[in-house]
């Protein structure tokens, strides 16, 4: 009984820097190239995109430590600590000798970890004067973050969402107005690169990738604008370490040190920000550590992807990214993780996985939904469908641990609840839930047009 | 910078025991009648409906405080200590001098505060050997709490949802269901109680009293079963005591003594949950501090009903229940705040508000949005319609405050998130959300038949 179940740290104790783990890299990854000609990114080349501070933040390979500005630090308060918690109900269930924790971002007001980033990211843009901003979402979660975050520097807002979860989650879109940002779905009008893939694909239901060239359209278009990206680039990573900067300190409180750290995988930015601070402490003191990514089967960019250069968007406005992809072209299932729909792996992420030091699993759309299930019934947290991946990476490991009757100690991040994504439970409840085949031709052909790109 | 935000107790400060605040009474409630022999009710009479252990709590009037079982300590933890936030951006946004404090139960797994009570509940009837259980809820706020409560302690539970609801909140009907509860709307074809109404008025769109009329039958009439309530009984007032207990010791943390405290009112579960334990100071100390219950202007017992016995239920299958009531043939407007649709008060705040111990204010469904609107965009958490009633009734104290230039500490209870109420925001932002008059004759009418009952 008296066992403690969540650790908390107090508001002094949050981490005061974010961790840029590029530092303690042995091999960095490849470098940024600029879509046009081919060069070394430079900050410069990044600045009419991004605020100046995110732009250096991209490509700094030097400081280990960057400090989070006051200003963001005071918001952090609003909700974190986040708890991280021991999940003994789901340990029973299991009936596990593993121990397993999570780290409960879902307690964040936005119901996700995407807020992490939303305010340094809208700060910095409001710092240097920056008066609107763009940006992407898929199943509306970072779109919900950035809302609340424009609104709390006093930023004006445009958001292309996804169209397949613009009508398919609308509470997302209503949240987003709620905080008074504009929502437009994706594939638009609006846009030269939206009115070209309605013209080639008339009924086209979008992709992350075509919302990320239509955001960054409309800010290079408009005065005083800066894009602003959820996932992927180095510098969101860098800002959702305080994940597992924090949960490093908690697993401290709990006397316990993972053997294994599972994060979700979309473009990156969840499981950099829980696995990077550990890893730190395999790269820097040789600890052994698992850092496992956990994909959908239908969109297996680390698992089955290819390693080469590729764009972030749909129609190459971004910098050529080193990355592990399916092709910038890909079109991703229509899987009820919106968030997970991304055809490639950020440039840190991708050098990782190519040395080995992580992992990555796919998991397929059924057996998300029954770890979801799993986890509501005993943690008593309806996950969201992309949270479920990482659920359903630590039960499956779990459940090897009691197969070699060996103590493990799992830490996975819980990076959203899915109390907007009900209507995907009521298609599980009443099973219609189905998986997604992704051929290997499929692949070949959207990767083989991407050598290409940088001959 | 260095100001702390978010007020958080270590497990170990988890309250032990639940506030009786009938003991500090001098004025005792008017005890509850047998609904067929008006003879005051015994343990005994309770018991075909409730847990024996939530029947002795109903009618305890001697012991001050009530030890929390263990089992349910252990389940608080998964979500308590909840915090106590200092609300400085709505503060700032007000320009108010006063100091604006709420306790933070949306946090909870189920988005409010209902699971403190849903807990225990289920854990006594669990603990008697009871298998099956049943209930009612309007918005589903009560009704997804005890489907976990339900699910924890291996209970089935059957739940009358009021038909309104059922159709306008989906999502909250899916979580229940993803929980393992059978959601049945009310009126329902399923009980005599439910029949009669729809045969008297076909297309009823339901009301809280209807649906506990169903609930009770389908308990009485199932074998091994009891009935759980959500609001408006003692007993669930008491577990929810929790809510002020902890924020007694989050205020002293804080270094400030409020000097208002403010609680939604729809039976009057929350507003008991966090006031009881203050009022114990100004029953047991004559401490100075002002307890305001905030209900909706279109339901609105404490401000403009009558002080009368009145069945709790439509049917009257219920106790009576001395009470502030509409009468309990009452159907209130559509407002969104379904959760607060309910015709009466509980008997302990009844007494209260009879002997001016406590206050109430009503409030129109454009104010609470509005209010809504603030609070979401300063504080970042989208608060629930119900809730929303106690962030207005903060507000108009604070510009009180404000206009006779007093600096007052105000603490309220934000009961639930509203991110499974989004369509109502959607129809704030597109201006169709409208109030609701209730002329006096409408109320006389309704309660001028209640004296023949205990006549």
Known sequence: ??????????ENEIPKAWYNVIVDMKNKPLPLLHPETKEMLKVEDLEPLFATELAKQELNTTDRWIEIPDEVRDKYKNYRST??????????????????????????????????????????????GVTNITTETGAGQWGAALSYA?????????????????????????????????????????????????????NYQGSLGTAISEAIELAMQTPNCKYTLGSVLNHVSLHQ??????????????????????????????????????????????KEVRLIAAEPASCPKLTRGSFQ?????????????????????????????????????????????????????DIN????FKAAMLFARTEGIVPAPESSHAI????????????????KNILFNLSGHGLIDMAAYDQYLSGDIRNYELPDEDIAKNVSVLEKIIK
């Open 365 to 368: 759309q059924q057996d998300i």
């Open 241 to 286: 370490t305080i994940i597992g900067l924090e949960a490093e300190k908690q697993m401290e409180m709990a006397g316990e040190y993972p053997d294994i750290v599972i994060g979700c995988f979309g473009g990156g930015s969840n499981f950099s920000g829980i696995s990077f601070p550990f890893l730190r402490h395999k790269l820097t003191e040789g």
């Open 309 to 361: 250069y590729d764009f972030g968007d749909e129609i190459g406005y971004t910098p050529l990214i080193p990355m592990f992809t399916l092709g910038h072209n890909f079109a991703p299932a229509h899987i009820h993780a919106g968030g997970l729909r991304y055809h490639g792996a950020g440039s840190i992420v991708s050098q990782l996985k190519k040395d080995n030091l992580i992992e990555a699993v």
């Open 1 to 10: 009984m008296s066992k403690t179940k969540r650790f908390i740290l107090q």
């Open 392 to 407: 359903a990476a630590a039960i499956n490991e779990a459940l090897k641990a009691k197969e070699e009757g060996k103590q």
């Open 150 to 202: 424009a609104k709390v520097f006093g930023l004006e807002l445009a958001v292309y969402m996804v169209k397949v979860s613009y009508h398919q989650k609308p509470y997302r879109r209503s949240i987003m107005e709620t905080f008074g940002a504009q929502v437009i779905a994706s594939p638009s009008m609006t846009t030269r690169a939206g009115r070209k893939i309605l013209t080639d694909t008339p």
């Open 83 to 128: 708890p991280l918690v021991r999940a003994y109900d789901l340990e029973k269930a299991l009936d596990t000798p593993a121990h397993i924790y999570f780290k409960n971002e879902s307690v964040s007001p936005i119901g996700s970890h995407k807020l992490n980033s939303a305010l340094p990211q809208a700060y910095y843009c409001k710092q240097q």
